[in-house]
Nanobody, 124 residues
Framework: QVQLVESGGGLVQAGGSLRLSCVASGRTFSRHAMGWFRQAPGKEREFVARITWSGGLTSYADSVKGRFTISRDNAKTTVYLQMNSLKPEDTAVYYC?????????????????WGQGTQVTVSS
């Protein structure tokens, strides 16, 4: 069992930065691939970024590539999402996710565990 708690959301102006954190409880954290999703009002939840259990491989949605960076610290059982050059269209609730399979983590159906979400609002 893995429990996920996100933090770090808030209100920021366009062009600004935020760093989201997701702290996991559970001894199997280091065996899970981790990801970030987001859901804007009136839209479906969408994949943002993923990282392997070792941190050696990452990938991103095209909409955030070059601006967002996912990383993890297994000793701290924490995964991060550094968000730079934020745009109003990045406004959403951001969710941390965990699954045993990095290859499928882009699909919500493959997610084993979800966090409760943290709100990010980017003003223009």
């Amino acid at each position: 069992q893995v429990q996920l708690v996100e933090s770090g959301g808030g209100l920021v102006q366009a062009g600004g930065s935020l760093r989201l954190s997701c702290v996991a409880s559970g001894r199997t954290f280091s065996r899970h691939a981790m990801g970030w999703f987001r859901q804007a009002p009136g839209k479906e939840r969408e994949f943002v970024a993923r990282i392997t259990w070792s941190g050696g491989l990452t990938s991103y949605a095209d909409s955030v590539k070059g601006r967002f960076t996912i990383s993890r610290d297994n000793a701290k059982t924490t995964v991060y999402l550094q968000m730079n050059s934020l745009k109003p269209e990045d406004t959403a609730v951001y969710y941390c996710a965990a699954t045993g399979d990095y290859a499928t983590i882009t699909s919500m159906r493959s997610i084993d565990y979800w966090g409760q979400g943290t709100q990010v609002t980017v003003s223009s």
